[in-house]
């Protein structure tokens, strides 16, 4: 018999399991802040990104993942202790690649929109920008709901991909901790990302503005129901001992 | 998908039969294969492919019936979602077995839990985000117990064993979980997405989700040749595409049926639209 | 690693990821996969029945993260000693090709089982149709994933970059990003633009007239063939762009400073990075408010 129990395991790592429901909480966050318009965007008739808020979701964060992992790995190079303040700089490392890629895709999308199609990026959930005071709603084309992103969508989905890529590096650092290693744990953030990140979907109906969109306000809903599904993911994940352990224990 | 909304898909088969079908085929097709391989025969690992090809068919069956409600954000997201809840179920069975000793519990609580995780997110999803779709958590559970039934079942093809030590280090560590867990994820979604509209029938959509779950069978067979050995491997990949050659060609002639006369070599736009 | 090579490697993988990216998106406007679907798929329901290819395969990302894993697994499979440690280049060749049969296994379904549920509209399923865009799909597909499985291959290896995550893992991960880069900026050229041609210029697009998609060519009825020469215009180069430059600044940024103040130099020029997209979309933005002008249509009371 092993001495890797399933009490133990739970005891052992209950910062771990409050970690993972941290992770998945800013996931749950950080989708109602990704400025998504869904089918309609692809076509100029919403304001947003013209693609789906998980597909969108997990493609930043999971950019974000690769970038933390790499970093996990030069942090805990020669086997040094990975503690806090390196888990700062993890997460860090990790919110920032996925700003990156969210604000390119949305640079290269407002070209597309303004090159390619010709129509000015406007919000017609608000009349006035909120940071930048400009008129939106004459920039409206008829019949629509928007195009494109203005400065208010930008930057609401710049903050967007920083709370996606920190929820999927904490995950991802929490189950490090528990297994030590990248495999098991890279697949399993994944995993609880795309829960965490589905789940707000439904609760905003596939689309939203960013944080200036009435729908933000639903963001409690998304919170308890992600409160629920991390929690139950953060239990089950941290059971599972790494084949290491399992060897070393036997 | 607005497409399709609106109310309860028509069904030939009813859901039970499908789900029956998918469970005791899955997790017999896995334990044979899995006891098999430890006794030291690996050629009959194909048989957990086979159990994965029925646990397909019936996570796209709840994929159908769930969708034709239009929940907002397309089909392939709640694949996801279940296949993220499958995907954890599936490693924490397997894990569980090896913890307490006895590999073989590994699939059915998987099962177990997997049922129970959709259960929980398919009530969150229903009660506090008030979706209100009356199969929302029968259907979670479907999806989420056939993604645990398709991982696990392809994870032992390529592993050889239902051990967690043999699985974690000739899955996970070399990195195959990956194309199972999307081709998973995919053969579920696939057969739905892939016959959209108002015009869909089950036994279209069904003899599709064999084809695709055959050719998650065959790459896993694939990577099965490193694993475990060459002939076990060849003997999958050959199975494989015999049962997706048949089901491509039956999806294929159904295809035929379904269209009628709009089934056409070419030519230009029909009558009235040119 | 010398700091030169590494620049080199991640100039590289830039470099990969910019024709993964054009190549990836003008395979999804031959085959109108992803939102723009939605377009193809109405035009025959409100009467429009059109010879465009139709297809989804569970959306882009996924199906993108599916022919890259796929291609990295086989390529995995076939560089492990157990089988014929076949050379890199060889075996992301190979794993490429079985991904890129996939994308025609998963393409023809599409289009046979779509076209098919919409018979009642009068929609055809036309064989020729199938037969002329499969193999350039294929194709398209082919070359994205070879550069895609490429670039997973540079940053796992461990004499390369050396990343901690399985190879198979990275390019599921790289396969999401492209599809996701892909569907949200080259596909919006062809779902805006190209689609609804007969529209005039920059006019936007009526809820009305959704579904009224641009059927018919220069001459006689339009392919999906047309749309992959019009997008490669302007979209696709503009979706390799994104991806490169996310592949590129991501990894350029990590690998350079990593060393600075103790790695929070990576995460500082990160931020400075998207401080400067911020600033230069602002700039576009007032560019095509200037430019454009208000609606003319528009009839409340907001001054412009």
Not at chain 1, 108 to 121: A, E, H, K, M, S
Not at chain 2, 41 to 48: D, E, N, T
Request: glycine share 14%; aromatic share 8%; net charge negative.
């Amino acid at each position: 018999m092993t001495d890797v129990t399933i009490m133990g395991m739970l005891a052992g790592n209950l910062p771990s399991i409050i970690g993972i429901i941290i992770g998945g909480l800013c996931i749950a966050v950080g989708v109602h802040f990704v400025p998504v318009g869904g089918a309609p965007a692809a076509m100029a008739q919403a304001t947003g990104i013209g693609t789906g808020t998980v597909q969108l979701a997990a493609g930043s964060g999971l950019t974000g993942l690769l970038a933390a992992g790499y970093m996990y790995m030069v942090m805990s190079a020669g086997g040094a202790e990975v503690g806090m303040s390196q888990i700062a700089l993890i997460c860090a490392t990790g919110a920032v690649g996925a700003m990156i890629m969210i604000s390119v895709t949305m640079l290269v999308g407002n070209w597309v929109y303004i090159y390619g199609v010709g129509v000015p990026p406007a919000s017609a959930k608000r009349d006035y920008d909120p940071i930048t005071k400009d008129p939106q709603a004459p920039y409206v084309a008829a019949g629509t709901v928007g195009q494109g992103l203005p400065t208010v969508c930008f930057v609401s989905g710049a903050i967007g991909g920083l709370l996606g890529g920190l929820g999927g590096s904490l995950i991802y650092c929490m189950l490090m901790w528990v297994n030590a290693d990248p495999a098991i744990s890279s697949i399993f953030a994944i995993g609880i990302f795309v829960v965490n990140a589905v789940l707000p979907s439904y609760n905003i109906q596939g689309t939203i503005e960013g944080f200036h969109d009435p729908k933000f306000k639903r963001v409690p809903k998304a919170i308890v129901a992600c409160f629920v599904a991390s929690l139950l993911c953060g239990i089950i994940a941290v059971i599972i001992p790494s084949a290491a352990m399992l060897a070393g224990g036997a | 998908m607005s497409v399709a909304a609106g109310g309860e898909a028509v069904s030939t088969e009813t859901a039970n039969q499908v789900d029956t079908k998918g469970i005791v085929v899955g997790l017999v097709g896995i334990y044979i294969a899995g006891i098999a391989a430890d006794a030291g025969i690996p050629y009959l690992i194909f048989l957990a492919g086979i159990g994965a090809v029925f646990a397909t068919k019936m996570g796209a069956d709840a994929v159908r019936r769930v969708c034709s409600y239009g929940i907002g954000t397309g089909v392939p997201s709640i694949g996801m979602l279940a296949l993220g809840m499958g995907l954890i179920s599936a490693m924490f069975g397997l894990a569980l077995g090896a913890i307490i000793g006895v590999p073989y519990v590994g699939p059915i609580v998987g099962l177990v839990v997997a049922l129970v995780i959709g259960f929980i997110v398919g009530t969150l999803a229903n009660k506090v985000i008030k979706l209100n779709i009356p199969v929302m958590e029968r259907c979670l559970m479907e999806i989420a117990g056939a993604g645990v039934l398709v991982m696990t079942g392809l994870a032992v093809m390529i592993a050889g064993s239902m051990d967690f030590a043999v699985i974690s280090e000739k899955v996970i560590t070399t990195g195959y979980i990956a194309p199972v867990f999307i081709l998973g994820a995919l053969g579920i979604l696939h057969p739905f997405n892939a016959s959209l509209g108002p015009d869909e029938t089950q036994d279209r959509t069904l003899v599709h989700a064999y084809s695709v779950g055959a050719i998650g069978m065959t790459i896993a067979g694939v990577c099965s040749i490193a694993t475990i050995n060459p002939i076990a491997g060849i003997i999958s990949i050959v199975i494989g595409l015999a049962i997706w050659y048949a089901n491509f060609m039956g999806f294929v002639r159904l295809v035929k049926r379904d269209a009628g006369a709009g089934y056409v070599g070419t030519g230009l736009l029909p009558p009235g639209a040119m | 690693m010398e700091p030169a090579m590494g620049m080199g490697l991640v100039a590289l993988m830039g470099a990969a990821a910019t024709v993964a990216g054009c190549s990836e998106d003008l395979e999804s406007d031959i085959g109108s996969q992803s939102n723009p679907n939605s377009q193809v798929q109405l035009a025959a329901q409100v009467g429009y029945p059109h010879r465009i290819f139709n297809k989804a395969i569970s959306g882009e990302p996924p199906s993108n993260a599916m022919y890259c894993a796929v291609g990295a697994g086989v390529a995995m499979m076939l560089m492990s000693e157990s089988v014929m440690s076949a050379s890199p280049l060889l075996a992301i060749a190979i794993g490429a090709f079985v991904a890129a049969l996939l994308n025609g296994v998963f393409s023809t379904t599409a289009y046979l089982g779509r076209n098919a549920s919409q018979t009642r509209f009068n929609q055809y399923v036309y064989l020729d149709v199938l037969r002329n865009q499969i193999l350039s799909l294929m194709g398209h597909a082919y070359i994205a994933t070879f550069c895609i499985v490429g670039l997973s291959y540079v940053l796992w290896e461990q004499t390369l970059i050396g990343h901690p995550f399985p190879f198979p893992v990275i390019a599921l991960i790289w396969g999401l990003c492209v599809g996701a880069i892909g569907s949200s900026t080259g596909d919006v050229h062809y779902g805006a633009e190209r689609e609804f041609q007969d529209f005039k210029f920059g006019s936007g697009l009526n809820a009305a007239d959704s579904g009224n998609i641009t059927r018919f060519a220069e001459a006689g009825v339009r392919s999906s063939m047309d749309n992959a020469w019009f997008c490669s215009k302007f979209g696709g180069p503009a979706t390799g762009v994104a991806f490169g430059m996310v592949v590129f600044l991501d990894n350029w940024r990590s690998t350079a400073f990593a060393e600075v103040l103790n790695g929070w130099g990576a995460v500082l020029v990160g931020l400075v990075i998207v401080l400067a997209l911020v600033i230069y979309n602002r700039q576009i933005e007032t560019y095509a408010r200037k430019k454009y002008g208000p609606y003319p249509e528009y009839a409340g009371d907001i001054e412009a």
